[in-house]
């Protein structure tokens, strides 16, 4: 439902990509948060993505904060590694930080659902009844994790994931576009389940798995990137921010 403008807490988007602007899309229809502006360090501040300025990077947040009297954010990078790099460069610079969830109006959350916090649940997806989703989770378009599913942090779901009961998804692992899953599955963490795949037995840790049925077709390092089309973008990006995170002794 939306709140009268003068009670909504204004908050940032971190990362002004496309899945930047699904989650301001998500943001803008829930109604419960006033978006100032994306951060976005890539960028050229000034620029404007969906009428929506880039107002610097998070280096300029003490600023920000004050300047926009900014109660929160979200961090909408879609690879699980890297936005897990800048929540801690986030908390580096602001340590007590409120990494808000959006829900999009037409995702359904079923009974006794427990969400932590930075995730972010688009059109379409559902969680059903005594699922637990910990912190800065992706639930993307049309997805649905079943009945007592858990999914732990930094882990994600890609549109079009349909799941059985009783997952439980490790941190970091990404479960790609249109992936099914029966139930009572574990998956472990860093791993990811490639695009179309149908998943009928239990997954360890770092390991690429797809096809139908799954199987694991080698090992993963951390890190490494796996949403296809910024593979090339996301490895310079990735060492980037690993040499920002090494001076800032994260
Ligand atoms: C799993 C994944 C990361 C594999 O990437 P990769 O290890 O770099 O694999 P490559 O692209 O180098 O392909 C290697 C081989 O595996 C095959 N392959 C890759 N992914 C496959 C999949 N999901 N199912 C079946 N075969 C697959 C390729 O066709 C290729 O076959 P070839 O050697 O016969 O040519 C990638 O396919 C994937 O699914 N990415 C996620 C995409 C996604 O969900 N995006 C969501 C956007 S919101």
Redesign the pocket.
Known sequence: MHKNPDEMQNVIIFGASGHGSVVLDCLEKEGKYNVIGFIDSYKKKGSRINGYQVLGSEFDLPYLINRFNITGGLVAI?DNWIRKLIVDRIIKIIPNFNFVNTIHPKAILGKDVLLGCGNVLMPGAIINANSVIHDFCII?TNSSLGHDGIMESYSSL??SVCSGGNLFLGQFTAV??GVNIINGIEIGKHS?I????LVVENFGDNI?A??SPAKV??KRVIGEP???TSKKQQLPELKNLQKVRSNLSI
Do not use: D, E, F, Q
Request: charged share 5%; no cysteine; glycine share 22%.
């Open positions: 879609g993307n890609a549109p790609s576009l990811v490639g695009a179309g795949s690429v797809y096809g077709i080698r796996y949403l296809s």
